[in-house]
Nanobody
Framework: QVQLVESGGGLVQPGGSLRLSCAAS????????MAWYRQAPGKQRELVAL???????NYADSQKGRCTISRDNAKRTVYLQMNSLKPEDTAVYYC???????????WGQGTQVTVSS
């Protein structure tokens, strides 16, 4: 079965950095677009970044210049490097594989990122 396991979240001070990882299994990783979403308390889940099978990346406007999405197909892992973190980046970050080659979206369990001094 499809599994997405996020890691790397935690508490970081404003201006700091974190790298999130998402280990994938149960599907052909290399042909699928992968994405990171986040959901802050009381807000809707929103796209942070996505990366295609070919390595092309797209970012939410709020993240451009501050984060980098990447993938290692050999390790079946997608990463999100986040820099210059702000308190408003505080959220649960979710790994996603969108419907396409798979019959539906799949989500990880999420990893909490808290930006606070």
């Amino acid at each position: 079965q499809v599994q997405l396991v996020e890691s790397g979240g935690g508490l970081v001070q404003p201006g700091g950095s974190l790298r999130l990882s998402c280990a994938a299994s149960g599907f052909i990783f290399g042909i699928n677009t992968m994405a990171w979403y986040r959901q802050a308390p009381g807000k809707q889940r929103e796209l942070v970044a996505l990366i295609t099978s070919g390595g092309s990346a797209n970012y939410a406007d709020s993240q451009k210049g501050r984060c980098t999405i990447s993938r290692d197909n050999a390790k079946r892992t997608v990463y999100l490097q986040m820099n210059s973190l702000k308190p408003e980046d505080t959220a649960v970050y979710y790994c996603n594989v969108p419907r396409g080659y798979l019959p539906r979206d799949y989500w990880g369990q999420g990893t909490q990122v808290t930006v606070s001094s």
